[in-house]
């Protein structure tokens, strides 16, 4: 799964490695997103602009629009029959920005979080879908990460990780209209070797900790893939 994730870097690096996409300015810069808080996206129906929504999709024919952060992640395996998922993924699908996410080990009962980031220092794209719930004339946009089974180094930290989005042809296909076929046959792990993983501060388990010290590198590597 995903559970957390940040974004800490410069419009500019989001316009190099995304050039369809106006940043803005002053983009609010997170080292510890959380389920149910606003992160940036980019949906398939404004994809010149960046937008900063709901992590934890509300379904469009929810009862309420409350965010419960219950579908935080979407599964792909089965994601084009689930209620929640099955039109966003053929309708409503979006790039989820970050520059790493972050998964914990439990070690004698403590969580041990690490961060995991792309080893060529790029951008990193994870696959998602977003909704519009509406029902009160107070419309609340929403998504959901898309995620898939480990590649070989993130194998040993957790069964599950986000669907990648590596190449600009693959983050602009990914917002174009396709075939429901077309769309799950991006729904893969990325190559092997393609990540760098180490372990970060404990005080990344609260969501009030939100500070440049969260992407410090603490000693004990977990840099699975070089082990190997």
């Known amino acids: 799964m995903c559970g957390r994730f940040s974004l800490a870097v410069s419009e500019t690096k989001i316009q190099q490695e995304l050039p369809f996409v106006d940043p803005g300015t002053n983009i609010r810069k997170s080292y ?33 629009g409350k965010n ?13 029959s ?13 790039l989820v920005l970050a520059d790493s996410f972050y998964e914990w080990r439990t070690v004698d009962h403590q969580k ?11 951008l990193l794209v994870m696959a998602g ?13 929403s998504f959901s990460i898309i995620t898939t089974t480990p590649n070989l ?5 957790h069964n599950r990780m986000p669907v990648m989005l590596q190449t600009l042809e693959e ?41 440049p010290e969260l992407h410090k590198e603490l000693p004990e590597n977990l840099d699975l893939f070089s082990q190997r």
């Open 32 to 64: 510890n997103i959380a389920p149910t808080q606003h992160a940036y996206v980019v949906t398939d129906d404004q994809p010149s602009h960046m937008q900063y929504i709901t992590w934890g999709l509300i379904p469009y024919w929810a009862e309420e």
């Open 68 to 80: 419960s952060g219950k579908l935080i992640n979407a599964r792909a395996e089965g994601i084009e």
């Open 82 to 94: 689930k209620p929640s998922f099955r039109v966003p993924v053929r309708k409503r699908r979006c």
């Open 112 to 122: 041990i979080p690490y961060r995991i980031l792309p080893r060529d220092g790029s």
């Open 129 to 141: 879908i977003w909704d519009l719930w509406d029902k009160e004339g107070y419309p609340v946009k």
């Open 153 to 157: 180094e993130l194998s040993s930290l």
């Open 171 to 211: 983050r602009l296909a990914w917002l174009e209209p396709m075939e429901i076929e077309e769309v799950l046959a991006f729904l893969h792990p990325p190559k092997d070797g393609a990540y760098h993983i180490y372990r970060v501060s404990e005080e990344l388990n609260s969501p009030s900790h939100n500070t």
